[in-house]
Structures are given as structure tokens and as C-alpha cells.
């Protein structure tokens, strides 16, 4: 029958200074299924050394170590944790528990990477736990138990997947009396069920409880013998073990686990995952409310150029605006307009002339823009009618004094006697005009909403106020079969023809639409760009905590990757925890973003945050995709750990 463990010329050496030093010098041994053997030496001699490597958590440097007379060496990282977890369990001096687990769920790791099944698991868990005397306690945490207790908990783990061999360093070495020697007895009961018991002490009292005694000495196998108890061979009992689920079923299990884990370690270092998380917010939140306000501000822009009308072009004196000389432009004048719409291509005209003159009423005073304007404006303007009515084509052939005025100047006028507007003279500088209708207020527009606006027949203005036919502005509908540019181009050429000279300059309200909608789009873009470099350093900070959680965390990794995970599940688990991370902060930056925008609309700007579904679908993304990203170094790091080194 082929032996448990053979080990033939095995050496393990470490790097020291220049060269090596031998720690493991030439061992050969050989234990069989069933033995309990103590190994003891003086500390430093190599006896955890020897242990490691029986327990495939470290590698010998030469010589070659059979299981059952498997070849050990070729196997690679994840075929020695599968090994690990179906073969041994281990028990270490200083317990190695993770804090953030219960008893029972400490005992329950090594079948969560064997892939057994939640409700079996947990079932022989407890009952592991209450078989060692801890029925009581299997939702303590590690910190509120004593060290026997811990050990018990210890013990119970390494059962939890059957293991056959039993490798136990120093297990009393850091209890008292009593609990020691019922960690003893715990393991001579294992011993007697057929388990092979492998006990690491440098206590000759403990190492007499084995039947087999190796002493090491200066990495060397100095003794070898049997005590007076008979090495017999027991039968081990064929264990029943759990089915496994399917493979997927126990892939998803791994991924629940490893979920909670991150979970639990995200709530053992709350201020320090918040303070992680805060790049990831306010990327996030400032990317999104960014988008909102741009596209907000553009809506309200559009909207203002909408009210200008569709299809329009305005036909200004001079070569721009700015031009400081386009007052003196006195070129274009009403028999331009009357021209402009006998064109077929256009629908309607209106002149506009303006000036800025003092209003009263009874003892109300006010400023007021007043508009010279054709009976069609408000038609191409899009103006809605409040109250009374407009004037008409006869009002401006009969040059009247029939005002419309908006609701700004109604409610300044008239706000506070509370007459009706309609039919009530006022008095437009010296001239006396009958109100006749309100229009609602232009949305803002070119102009501030607060201003007070008179309209009259643009022939009333010319004649009473400005003393002159030069216009400030002629406003043309274009046909709506008709594209805008090419009337715009042909307005032009038709105006020059008629003034012999390019006096005049033209405004097209689609143009100033599309410039309006790229400039805010550009503006968007730059400043995303920037909330985007936010969010890349809330990502490099991720992976900076992520980096020095990994480092703080050694020990449980290692732990974990004594009891059998594989690689990928370390991996696995830290990158949950780092996606986590950003995904929560993603939330929350979203979350942000809306409340700050509740609270701009409820401010009651001039223009409200406009959120829609796509960016935060984009930032949800983002941070899932910086979690992977930024989260994959530390993890990769975890997973690449050393489980010796992780250990010691
Ligand atoms: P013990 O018998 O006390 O368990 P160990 O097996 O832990 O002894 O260590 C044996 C020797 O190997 C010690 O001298 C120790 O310094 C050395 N050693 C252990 N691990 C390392 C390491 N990772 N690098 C270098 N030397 C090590
Ligand atoms: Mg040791």
C-alpha cells in the first residue's frame, strides 16, 4: 500500500545575502495513512518549514513529495489549492480566524471553495461547532472568544471539508493548561476516527500524546521513533461527503460569498470606503449635473430663440452688431420691407423700429422699450394675446395710437390700482396712446424679461417719436416650402441690388440655433472632460486603498488560501470589493446630482437642470468599469500573493 505522505531528499532553501541558507536539508520521510506524528525541535530548527510544504502552502526548493504517490511538483497553483482543501485541514498557533466572520462562518470557508451546497454546509458546520462544545457560540465573532474557544472554532474548520490529514502548528502554543489539553484531546479523538495527525510542538509533554516522534535539529531529521503506542493501523471510514452542486450553482455560491465578504469589509473600514468613495461622488455628480445644466440652459436658449419664430430672418443696418456706426444707417427704410414681401418665397414682413421712453399713468412712472412694428409681428412672433386685442393693417396705414403693451407693463402700470388695462390712455413720452390689448411677456429672448414692452404701429413711432423711416429691424417669414439659407441668400442679393451696397446684415434663426446648440455642446464637453479627470483620480485613489487594504489584509488571505481558494477567488473578491466601492460612490454621485438639482429648480433660476436617462446609465457604467480598471492591480496583487508568506 502506498504511503501517505513520502518525502526523499527534500530541501528547501532561502535567498540570504549573497547565496542561500538551507533551512530543510536533505529530509526523508515517510508517513503513513492513520499515523499521529509529532514533530518537535528547538525553534528555528525547521519545523513550520517542514509543515508548509507537507501542507503544499510553500514549495521545496529540491527533492520531491508524493500524496499517495502523487507527484506534487508539477502541479500548478490552482491543482495545489484543490488539493489543500480536499486533503488538509490546518490548525495554526495563533488560530488565524477572520474577524469579520462568525464562528460558523469561519468553519463554513472551506466548503464555500470546495462548492458544497448553502443549506448542507451550514447544517455541518453547526454541528462541527457543537460537536467541539461550541453549540452555544456559533455567532460569535473571533474577538468575542477566548483562545480556546478560537482554537475549537479552528479546529472545526479544518474538519469542515473531511480532511484527512490533520496539520496542527503549535496548536497549544498559545492557550492555557486546560484549553490545551482539550485541544489534545480533540485531536487524539480525530486521531482515533482514522485521521492522520501531523503536530508541530517543541513541548515534549504534547509530542508524547503522538505514537510517533521526529526530532529536527538544524534542518535535519535527528530522530525518528515510535512511542510504545501501537502504530495501528486504522480503517479510515469511508466519509460521506456532500454532493457538490452544479458548477455553476457553486460559481454563483463563490460569488455570493465573496459579495458579503466585500460587504462585511466595507463596513468593518466605513470612513475609510466613504472617503474612497467621495472621488467617485463627486465625479460622478459633477459629470451628471453638468450634462443637466448644459442641457438645461440649451432647452431655455432654444426656447428663447423659438420665440423669435420659425423660419425667420432679421435684417439689420450696418455690417454686425457692434457696429457703431449702424445708427447712422439710415438705408433701411419701409419701402425695403414692402418690397421684401411681395417676394414669393416670403410669408411675411414686419419693420421694427424702437426707442426707449418714459411711460406713465396717473402718477406710475416707468421705463419701457417701445417697438414701431408691423400688424404681422405678433404673428411671426408667435406672441399669445392676453387680454383686448391687437392692431391691425388700418392701424398702421392710420398711423394710431393704439397700444399693446406686455404683462410687465400691465402689472407695472396697473398692478397696483388694479384697473383693467384695456381702454386706459397712458402717456408714451408725451404722446398719449390707448391701450388696446396685453400679450404675455417674451421669455427673455435678447433681451432681459424684466423689460417693459409698448408695441405700436411702427408708422406711430417713426412719426411721433423718431422723426425718421430708417428701421432698426425688418423681420422676415420665409415660406415654410422654402429652405432658409437660400432665402437668406436671396434676401441679400435682392436688398443689395436695391441699395446698391452691402449696408445691411442678416440673421438666419436656424444658424444662431445650431450655434447656440454647438457652443453648449462644446461647453459640455470641455467640462465633462474635466469631471472625467475627477473621476480618474477618484479612481487611482480606489486603487490606492485597494492596495494597502490588500496589504493590511495579508493574513486573511493567506488563511483563505490555506483552506483552499483558488487564485481566482482571491482576485475575485477584491475586485468586487473595489467595483463595489465605485458602483456605491456611482449611486451616491447620482443621488447628488439630483438632489442638487431639486434644490437649483426649487431656487427658481431663470432655467431648470435638465437629467435624463443616458448619462447616468453612462456614469453607473463609468464606475462599474474604474472599479475593474483601478481595481484590478491591488486584486491581482492579493491573488498573487505568496500563502506561506501571507501566513507568517
Ligand atoms: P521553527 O522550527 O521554529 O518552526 P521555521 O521553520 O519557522 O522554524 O524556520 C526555520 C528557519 O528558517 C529559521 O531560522 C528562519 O529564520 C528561517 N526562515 C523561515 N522563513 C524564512 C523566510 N521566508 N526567509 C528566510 N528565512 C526564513
Ligand atoms: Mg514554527
Known amino acids: 500500500m502506498t504511503p501517505l505522505i513520502t518525502v526523499e531528499k527534500l530541501r528547501r532553501e532561502y535567498p540570504s545575502g549573497e547565496g542561500t541558507i538551507a533551512v530543510l536539508k536533505d529530509i526523508d520521510l515517510t508517513i503513513e495513512k492513520g499515523e499521529m506524528v509529532a514533530i518537535v525541535g528547538s525553534s528555528g530548527s525547521g519545523k513550520s518549514t517542514l509543515m508548509n510544504i507537507l501542507g503544499l502552502l510553500d514549495r521545496p526548493t529540491s527533492g520531491t513529495y508524493c500524496i499517495s504517490g502523487q507527484e506534487t511538483s508539477t502541479l500548478d497553483n490552482d491543482e495545489r489549492s484543490a488539493l489543500r482543501r480536499e486533503h488538509f485541514g490546518f490548525i495554526f498557533q495563533r488560530y488565524h480566524l477572520l474577524a469579520e466572520l462568525s464562528a460558523l462562518g469561519n468553519v463554513e470557508i472551506p466548503a464555500v471553495y470546495a462548492g458544497r451546497a448553502r443549506a448542507p454546509r451550514r447544517e455541518r458546520a453547526a454541528a462541527l461547532l457543537g460537536r467541539l462544545g461550541m453549540a452555544e457560540r456559533t455567532e460569535h465573532l473571533p474577538g468575542q472568544l477566548s483562545g480556546g474557544q478560537q482554537q ?268 383693467d388695462p384695456i381702454g386706459q390712455v397712458i402717456m408714451v413720452g408725451s404722446v398719449p396712446c390707448r391701450v388696446i390689448g396685453v400679450i404675455s411677456s417674451q421669455q427673455g429672448g435678447f433681451g432681459s424679461s424684466d423689460n417693459l414692452s409698448i408695441f405700436l404701429p411702427y408708422t406711430s413711432v417713426q412719426a411721433r417719436f423718431i422723426g425718421d423711416m430708417s428701421l432698426r429691424s425688418v423681420t422676415v417669414r420665409v415660406d415654410d416650402s422654402v429652405d432658409t439659407a437660400v432665402a437668406e441668400q436671396a434676401v441679400t442679393e435682392f436688398l443689395t441690388r436695391r441699395h446698391g451696397t452691402r449696408d445691411f446684415f442678416v440673421l438666419n434663426t436656424d444658424d444662431i440655433r445650431q450655434t447656440i446648440t454647438s457652443t453648449t455642446q462644446a461647453l459640455t464637453l470641455l467640462v465633462s472632460a474635466i469631471a472625467v479627470i475627477s473621476l480618474v483620480v477618484g479612481g487611482i485613489g480606489v486603487m490606492n486603498i485597494m492596495l494597502v487594504s490588500v496589504s493590511e489584509r495579508v493574513s486573511e488571505i493567506g488563511v483563505r488560501m490555506a483552506v483552499g481558494a483558488r487564485r481566482h477567488d482571491i482576485l475575485q473578491q477584491f475586485l468586487i470589493e473595489a467595483v463595489l466601492v465605485c458602483l456605491i460612490g456611482g449611486v451616491v454621485g447620482i443621488a447628488v446630482a439630483l438632489a442638487f438639482g431639486l434644490a437649483f429648480n426649487a431656487a427658481g433660476t431663470s432655467f431648470t437642470l435638465v437629467f435624463s436617462m443616458t448619462p447616468m446609465l453612462m456614469a453607473f457604467v463609468c464606475s462599474c468599469f474604474i472599479g475593474i480598471v483601478f481595481g484590478y492591480l491591488p486584486a491581482r496583487n492579493a491573488s498573487r500573493l505568496d500563502p506561506v508568506a501571507a501566513l507568517s
Open 152 to 419: 475549537r472554532v479552528s479546529i472545526a474548520r479544518a474538519l469542515m471539508n473531511d480532511a484527512e490529514v490533520i496539520l496542527a502548528d503549535e496548536p497549544t502554543g498559545a492557550l492555557d493548561k486546560v484549553s490545551g489539553d482539550e485541544v489534545l484531546r480533540i485531536l487524539d479523538e480525530l486521531h482515533a476516527e482514522g485521521r492522520t495527525i501531523i503536530i508541530v510542538t517543541h513541548d515534549p509533554g504534547v509530542a508524547a500524546r503522538a505514537e510517533r516522534i521526529i526530532e529536527i535539529s538544524d534542518g535535519r531529521i535527528v530522530s525518528d521513533r515510535h512511542s510504545q503506542k501501537d502504530a495501528t493501523e486504522v480503517a479510515v471510514p469511508a466519509t460521506p461527503r456532500a454532493q457538490s452542486p452544479s458548477q455553476i450553482g457553486a460559481r454563483v455560491d463563490r460569488f455570493r460569498e465573496a459579495f458579503l465578504m466585500a460587504i462585511k469589509a466595507l463596513r468593518a473600514h466605513r470612513m475609510r470606503s466613504f472617503l474612497t468613495m467621495l472621488g467617485i461622488i463627486i465625479g460622478i455628480a459633477s459629470v451628471i449635473s453638468v450634462v443637466a445644466l448644459g442641457t438645461g440652459s440649451q432647452q431655455k436658449v432654444l426656447a428663447n430663440i423659438s420665440s423669435l419664430g420659425t423660419n425667420t430672418l432679421e435684417i439689420f443696418p450696418g455690417t454686425g452688431f457692434g457696429d457703431v456706426r449702424a445708427a447712422r444707417v439710415k438705408t433701411l427704410v419701409v419701402s425695403d420691407a414692402d418690397a421684401l414681401s411681395q417676394l414669393s418665397y416670403v410669408d411675411a414682413v414686419t419693420p421694427t423700429v424702437s426707442t426707449a421712453e418714459t411711460v406713465r399713468f396717473g402718477a406710475v412712472e416707468a421705463n419701457a422699450l417701445v417697438n414701431g412694428v408691423g400688424s404681422e409681428y405678433f404673428v411671426v412672433k408667435g406672441s399669445s394675446l392676453v387680454k383686448g386685442r391687437l392692431f391691425n393693417a388700418d392701424s398702421v396705414s392710420s398711423i394710431s395710437q393704439d397700444a399693446v403693451i406686455d404683462e410687465n407693463a400691465a402689472k407695472a402700470l396697473f398692478g397696483d390700482s388694479g384697473l
